[in-house]
């Protein structure tokens, strides 16, 4: 046989080579890995795959190894050495040890590879259950199962071959409205974990106020700028015309009011946990609003985003004059920004993500990779890709994979 035809080192066994699933059950433990792997080394074995789990201080580990050969001359064979060492070995670390014969390696996974990331406040049994027999149904298998955060929320992610992500996120967007939980479905591969451009909306997304409606608290037209705000967000009028509605109500408003308004601005709970982490992380984020560059010019520089595109208040004399000045930042314009600012960051829009909660946000949300719907009106929530009903915004880090333990770790090196 040539060198180019001697099958590589770590090739996987074949089907009919007898391989053995070691199983180790029992309280966790520093040393129980190199230990059993320690005892399995006196018997020649090649590692073939490896799982270890630790749930509450208890070890589920376990081990697929190729079947010790007998020894030269001997009528008896190793595995059963194998196998009385390996149970002794457990026995004397008070664990329980499960040893089962088999030939090859794992079945191979069935096409169609995806991440379905499952949110819950909390995630009970039965939703759990419901989730599970629903990827059933769609013909996949769930390959593995981890947890990505138990606060503030529970968040788990499901890896599941066998359907394609779009049947997945067909079946399992309208079953998690009915459970009272965020799914969201995700191609598996590489691109999950490359750089990506986070994009998001700014009025009861970002922050937890509408900017205008501040503004208007302060020209003494709050109630009747809100009655048309509500309607737009619900899509039952066109922005733009709600928009010049709004900003005519604002004529004559000192524009001193600007500094009050920006001091008034609340973030949501996360947001900067949400935009700090995606930095370090080497995402880039922006916004773009149907609010005002009054606004998000200082957000944008208090959280060190990259991208941020609003409308302008026109302001003549010191005062508001009732009309926006620029391009308006429209349904249509968020989905043309969210193109333009992908360009200018070199990220193809298969790798960027919306975040919105209102109508004019849907162009952007279904132009993105991954449209999130956060705490949004019905018609978005029905329309995105996947939505997100907790009030944290840091929640949409365990859509992207990022666990809870990653976010704390990156928080460790603030300076």
């Known amino acids: 046989m040539s060198a180019s035809q001697t099958p590589p080192a770590t090739a996987a066994p074949g089907d009919d080579v007898p391989t053995l699933l070691v199983k180790i059950f029992g309280k966790d433990r520093p040393g129980i890995t190199a230990g059993l792997f320690d005892t399995l080394a006196a018997y020649s074995v090649d590692v073939v795959d490896i799982e270890q789990v630790v749930t509450r201080g208890r070890i589920t580990l376990c081990a697929l190894v190729t079947a010790p050969s007998p020894a030269e001359g001997s009528y008896g064979s190793t595995e059963g050495d194998l196998r009385a060492t390996v149970h ?23 096409t169609g590879r995806s991440h379905v990331t ?20 769609t013909g996949g298998n769930i ?31 309208p079953e998690a409205a009915v459970l009272g939980v965020d799914v969201a479905v995700v191609a598996a591969g590489l691109q999950r974990r490359a750089q990506r451009l986070v994009v998001m909306d700014v009025d009861s997304t970002l922050i937890q106020d509408e900017v205008i409606e501040l503004f208007a608290a302060h020209a003494g037209c709050e109630a009747e700028v809100a009655a048309v705000t509500a309607a737009a ?14 900003v005519e109500l604002l004529r004559g408003l000192d524009a001193s009011v600007v500094d009050a308004v920006r001091k008034e601005v609340r973030l949501t709970p996360g947001a900067r946990t949400l935009v700090r982490t995606l930095k370090r992380l080497g995402y880039q984020v922006g916004v773009v609003s ?13 959280l060190g985003l990259d991208f941020a595109s609003a409308n302008t208040l026109e302001i003549v004399d010191g005062k508001f004059t009732g009309r926006v000045t620029g391009e308006i930042v429209d349904r249509a314009g ?27 946000d849907l162009d952007m949300l279904n132009t993105a990779g991954l449209g999130v719907a956060f705490n949004a009106k019905p018609v978005v929530r029905e329309a995105a890709h996947t939505a ?4 944290f915004l840091d929640a949409v880090l365990y859509l992207l994979g990022v666990t809870r333990e990653e976010v704390e770790a990156a928080d460790t090196h603030v300076e």
């Not at 967000?233 to 709004?246: P, T």
């Not at 609010?291 to 208090?302: M, N, P, R, S, Y």
């Not at 968020?334 to 004019?360: C, M, S, W, Y």
């Open 290 to 302: 149907g609010g005002f560059t009054q606004v998000t010019d200082a957000l944008k520089e208090e």
């Open 388 to 391: 997100v009903n907790v009030p």
């Open 334 to 360: 968020k989905a043309r920004l969210l193109r333009r600012f992908a360009h200018e960051a070199g990220v193809p829009l298969a790798q960027t993500v919306a975040i919105g909660d209102g109508a004019n």
């Open 88 to 110: 002794s070995w457990a026995e004397s670390l008070n664990l329980q040890a499960e040893i089962i014969s088999g030939r090859g390696d794992n079945r191979p996974r069935g």
């Open 118 to 137: 499952v949110l819950g406040h909390p995630l009970t049994a039965e939703s759990t259950a419901a989730i599970a027999a629903a990827i059933t149904a």
């Open 233 to 246: 967000m619900r899509g039952e009028l066109d922005f733009e015309q709600s928009l010049h509605a709004r």
């Open 143 to 173: 390959d593995r199962i981890f947890r990505l955060a138990k606060y503030p929320v529970t968040a788990v992610e499901f890896a599941v071959s066998g359907a394609e992500t779009a049947a997945l996120r067909s079946v399992l967007a």
